[in-house]
């Protein structure tokens, strides 16, 4: 028979993103509409290790739906990944009377999560935040939706000097690992090519498709690539190569960079990490832990954290070919 819980701690970790703060709104809400009592915990698992724990209540987070970021900071634990570190942390979990733990973040969060529950049977629940929507057990990660956003109006303005000038911009987008925020931005964006860890189109490919965009009489043309792109070493290695491999275009590089993951969470992201937060808390009052809340088929289902991590998000191959299609 699980614990009864009646105080639950929230914390935020790794890499920020949009809608975080949302998040943190429903547990906490969630919470005092449950009768729970909630700790804020500070800097991730740092403050876990630290005790910098802060009572949250309904009014407490008024007004931070709409802000980016997270209150409750982020930060990278190397202490919290040896036994030593997470020890410290679960006698400050029991000295605060804390019976279960939200964690809002990515893979490397959820892994310290799940060690976490297997070495102390401490309940855990994770939501997914990271806008590279790279977390298998969900179809929109928290702050995805937003960053797709951000970018298709950066690559708005930046047509407009592209057709101006003549220009073929080489735009680089976040997702180490994946290509889902270069994808969809690409063909949002009506870029010309569009170049993702998972589709290998070659250097000479490229400047083909290139050729053949000017050939019909494109006389500007975008391409989105995904940080993780395996064609180059990095961006400005393709721009030398199509700069020595192609005339008549004056070629510049754009890197996006963070302004990714900032500015306020859209609706999407907003209604997601209200949804995620309530299913997050209620499962846990549940008995249920080891889960990720995740969205699929438009319903909150729960995924075990080791696949959630474990698992391979997949691109959506009918976009590629939409891309093919629309580029012509």
């Known amino acids: 028979m699980p ?27 969630t919470c005092a509409y449950h009768n729970i009592e909630c700790l804020g915990v500070y800097r991730g698992y740092e403050g876990l290790i630290e005790g910098d ?7 407490s987070v008024k007004g931070i739906i ?16 040896t036994v030593e570190g997470r020890q410290k942390a679960f006698k400050q979990v029991v000295d605060a009377d804390i019976d279960g733990l939200v964690v809002v973040g990515g893979d490397g969060s959820f892994t310290g999560a799940l ?4 070495e102390f ?17 969900t179809s929109h990660t928290l702050g995805f939706d937003t960053a797709l956003n951000t970018v298709v109006d950066a690559i708005d303005k930046i047509r407009d000097t592209a057709s101006s000038h003549n220009r073929l911009f080489f735009v680089e987008v976040m997702g180490r690992d994946v290509g ?27 400047v083909e498709s290139l050729n053949r965009s000017r050939t019909s009489g494109k006389t500007s043309s975008i ?20 700069d020595e491999n192609m005339e008549g275009y004056d070629v510049r590089v754009s890197v996006l960079g963070h302004m990714q993951r900032g500015g306020a969470p859209s609706c999407f992201d907003r209604v997601l990490a209200s949804r995620m ?36 998000s997949k691109i959506n191959l009918e976009l590629l070919r939409v891309s093919d299609i629309m580029s012509t």
């Open 3 to 29: 614990k009864a819980i009646k105080k639950l701690a929230v914390l935020t970790s790794g890499g920020d993103s949009p809608g975080m703060n949302a998040a943190i709104r429903s547990v906490v809400r």
């Open 115 to 118: 060690i976490f529950n297997q």
């Open 53 to 59: 724990f802060k009572p949250m209540d309904a009014r």
């Open 180 to 206: 889902h925020i270069a994808l969809n931005v690409g063909v949002a964006g009506g870029a010309e090519e569009i170049l993702i860890p998972e589709e290998d189109l070659g250097l000479d490919r490229l």
């Open 277 to 312: 937060g309530v299913k997050a808390v209620e499962s846990l009052l549940d008995g249920e832990t080891n889960y990720m809340v995740g969205l699929l088929d438009n319903k909150m289902e729960l995924t075990p954290l080791d696949k959630a991590i474990k698992g391979k």
């Open 66 to 81: 709409n802000k980016g970021g997270t209150i409750l900071k982020s930060a990278r634990s190397k202490e919290f990944r």
């Open 223 to 242: 391409v989105i690539v995904a940080e993780g792109d395996k064609i180059g070493k990095n961006i400005f290695e393709l721009k030398d190569y199509v």
């Open 121 to 137: 049977d401490f309940p855990v629940m994770g939501i997914p935040g990271t806008i590279d929507n790279d977390i298998y057990g």
